[in-house]
């Protein structure tokens, strides 16, 4: 069964920056594409970022567009989201998972998803 365990939130002044870490085991993890999702209290779970399996590729909500970076080791199992600039309605937790790219948009892909980890807690301060 597949595992995530994300890491590196933390709480931060607005216009600070975090990295956020997610490693994931149980399966061979460099054949698909991963994603980064938030959830904000009473809101549901959204699209943050994603990158393709070989890296080539990278998608973004327009949100975070140009503010963070997300990238991947396929050697250590590990997808990762560079936050700068952050901004107090980045707050949220932040969870991996393996994303699909569909017709509307990025979402979690449901056929190679694991159960969510127990995410990361990224609080701005204004």
């Known amino acids: 069964q597949v595992q995530l365990v994300e890491s590196g939130g933390g709480l931060v002044q607005a216009g600070e920056s975090l990295r956020l870490s997610c490693v994931v085991g149980?399966?061979?993890?460099?054949?698909?594409?991963m994603g980064w999702f938030r959830q904000a209290p009473g809101k549901e779970r959204e699209f943050v970022a994603a990158?393709?399996?070989?890296?080539?590729?990278?998608y973004y909500s327009n949100s975070v567009k140009g503010r963070f970076t997300i990238s991947r080791d396929n050697a250590k199992n590990t997808v990762y989201l560079q936050m700068n600039s952050l901004k107090p309605e980045d707050m949220a937790v932040y969870y991996c998972?393996?994303?699909?790219?569909?017709?509307?948009?990025?979402?979690?892909?449901?056929?190679?998803?694991?159960?969510w980890g127990q995410g990361t807690q990224v609080t701005v301060s204004s």
């Open positions: 990158i393709r399996d070989n890296g080539g590729s990278t």
């Open positions: 998972n393996a994303a699909q790219a569909t017709m509307s948009g990025i979402r979690m892909d449901p056929g190679l998803s694991g159960p």
């Open positions: 149980g399966r061979t993890f460099s054949n698909y594409m």
